[in-house]
Nanobody, 114 residues
C-alpha cells in the first residue's frame, strides 16, 4: 500500500496548480496534505476527515486552496490558487491505510518565484 503525489512545478506568483495524490492498494478514508519548507517543520495544509465530512484548512491557505476527492480514480486533489512565494515547499500526502497505519508519500515540489 502506498500513495504517490504529482503535480508540483515552478510557477510565478498568482499562478495555480493542481496536486494529485493517488492511492495504491487501498481506498482513501481520512486524507490530508502537508507541506515542509527548508528549515521549517512540516505543517498541515488541508484535510478531509472522511467521506461526508467538511474539509479543514490551515488559516494561511483558506480561500486559496481546495482539497477534494475523486473516488472513481482513488485520488485526492489539492487545488492551489493565487500562489505566493511563501507557499514554496515540498507537499506531502498522508492517508490512513487499511490497518490504520499512517502512509506518507514521497512529496512533490512546489516553487513559487518570479
Amino acid at each position: 500500500v502506498r500513495v504517490v503525489e504529482s503535480g508540483g512545478d515552478l510557477v510565478q506568483p498568482g499562478a495555480s496548480l493542481k496536486l494529485n495524490c493517488l492511492a495504491y492498494g487501498f481506498t482513501f478514508t481520512s486524507v490530508s496534505w502537508h507541506r515542509q519548507s527548508p528549515g521549517k517543520e512540516r505543517e498541515l495544509v488541508a484535510s478531509i476527515p472522511g467521506t461526508g465530512f467538511s474539509p479543514v484548512y490551515a488559516d494561511s491557505v483558506k480561500g486559496r486552496f481546495t482539497i477534494y476527492r475523486n473516488d472513481a480514480i482513488n485520488t485526492v486533489h489539492l487545488h492551489l490558487d493565487n500562489l505566493k512565494p511563501e507557499d514554496t515547499a515540498v507537499y506531502y500526502c498522508r492517508a490512513y491505510g487499511p490497518t490504520g497505519s499512517l502512509i506518507w508519500g514521497q512529496g512533490t515540489q512546489v516553487t513559487v518565484s518570479s
